[in-house]
């Protein structure tokens, strides 16, 4: 049934037809917004050592480092968003330890243990254990 405008009453406006959306440009418009949002501006990491940062499974972890240890152990140590935190593990799986520095170039300070990272080289130090000398791999 067609109603002309004047019975249903002033607030009834007509939209020139230049303005007027299609289905089908709706739709087109649809698919663009939903492919954009699929995107990452963040690129897949080459590393295998980053592959479960850049799983999302820590938005805070803004990069990793792997360390080989004077003793044969491996270290894990991801760095945190605001630059004075990091979190240490042993790449066997090991629980991680978060150690935070007062300030850039600081020591990472935790519970009972403590880090010093200068260019590529860590020592960590824990409470009853002796020193540990790590180097970038």
């Given at each position: 049934?067609?109603?002309?405008?004047?019975?249903?009453g002033?607030?009834?406006?007509?939209?020139?037809?230049?303005?007027?959306?299609?289905?089908?440009?709706?739709?087109?418009a649809?698919?663009?917004?939903?492919?954009?949002?699929?995107?990452?501006?963040?690129?897949?990491?080459?590393?295998?050592?980053?592959?479960?940062?850049?799983?999302?499974?820590?938005?805070?972890?803004?990069?990793?480092?792997i360390?080989?240890?004077d003793?044969g152990?491996?270290?894990?140590v991801?760095?945190?968003?605001?630059g004075?935190?990091?979190?240490?593990?042993?790449?066997?799986?090991?629980?991680?330890?978060?150690?935070?520095?007062?300030?850039?170039?600081?020591?990472?300070?935790g519970?009972?243990?403590?880090?010093?990272?200068?260019?590529?080289?860590?020592?960590?130090?824990?409470?009853?254990?002796?020193a540990?000398?790590?180097?970038r791999?």
């Amino acid at each position: 049934m067609f109603v002309a405008p004047t019975e249903i009453g002033p607030a009834l406006k007509q939209v020139p037809r230049r303005l007027r959306s299609s289905g089908a440009s709706l739709a087109v418009a649809a698919l663009i917004i939903l492919s954009a949002a699929g995107c990452s501006s963040q690129a897949p990491s080459s590393n295998p050592h980053d592959e479960d940062h850049f799983a999302g499974t820590n938005p805070q972890i803004i990069g990793r480092h792997i360390y080989g240890c004077d003793d044969g152990a491996q270290i894990t140590v991801d760095f945190l968003a605001d630059g004075l935190t990091i979190e240490v593990r042993s790449t066997a799986g090991g629980k991680p330890v978060r150690l935070s520095a007062p300030g850039q170039g600081l020591q990472y300070i935790g519970d009972r243990i403590t880090a010093d990272a200068t260019g590529g080289q860590m020592t960590i130090n824990r409470q009853g254990h002796p020193a540990q000398a790590c180097r970038r791999i």
